[in-house]
T-cell receptor
């Protein structure tokens, strides 16, 4: 089955800096790679996703890149703000259906 | 639309007791799943279903049962609760696109404590 590894587990940045979180996956059949943000005490919510037929996708300050050959994908957040502080999860879809999540990255943005 | 509704939000059980976590969605989503969230472990898939009458095991299925008799409902049963099942449980659903998995919509979560 799919195995998704995520790093770093914690990341601290100053407001205005960029943050990068990286994930690797094992199932070459995976074709969907979403990123979820979870604020304290809340449910996870999708912030951006990418499919295997696309190399990069951008939405305002966030972007995701995918390298299918190396089986890794990354989340990039530019001009970080205190409200970006949260836990971020990457995921890959096992056998094209079930989403398998990484262990999460706790991002802290200090002002 | 209410989205994904989970009940109860909080539950305390004694070791050996059984219980059912309810999950319902009103978005006509084919795909439903259950995750548990423990500190430092991320979201781990327990069971999932790609449609009514079809269920499959995820990463950590032991000690849990599911059924999918309707499109809307996907209950999770704990057969004999153990302290290791203390966790926050999330139900999620999605409507797969033609390219595979779509966006997962999560319920608010159910916090379970087993004493």
């Amino acid at each position: 089955g799919e195995n998704v590894e995520q790093h770093p587990s914690t990341l601290s940045v100053q407001e205005g800096d960029s943050a990068v979180i990286k994930c690797t996956y094992s199932d070459s059949a995976s074709n969907y790679f979403p990123w979820y943000k979870q604020e304290l005490g809340k449910r996870p919510q999708l912030i951006i996703d990418i499919r295997s037929n696309v190399g990069e996708k951008k939405d305002q300050r966030i972007a995701v890149t995918l390298n299918k050959t190396a089986k890794h994908f990354s989340l990039h957040i530019t001009e970080t703000q205190p409200e970006d502080s949260a836990v971020y999860f990457c995921a890959g879809n096992q056998a094209g259906t079930a989403l398998i999540f990484g262990k999460g990255t706790t991002l802290s943005v200090s002002s | 639309n209410a989205g994904v509704t989970q009940t109860p939000k909080f539950q305390v059980l004694k070791t050996g007791q059984s219980m059912t976590l309810q999950c319902a969605q009103d978005m006509n989503h084919e795909y439903m799943s259950w995750y548990r969230q423990d500190p430092g472990m991320g979201l781990r898939l327990i069971h999932y279903s790609v449609g009514a009458g079809i269920t499959d095991q995820g990463e950590v299925p032991n000690g849990y049962n599911v059924s999918r008799s309707t499109t809307e409902d996907f209950p999770l049963r704990l057969l004999s609760a153990a302290p290791s099942q203390t966790s926050v449980y999330f139900c999620a659903s999605s409507y797969p696109s033609g390219l595979g998995t779509g966006e997962l919509f999560f319920g608010e979560g159910s916090r379970l404590t087993v004493l």
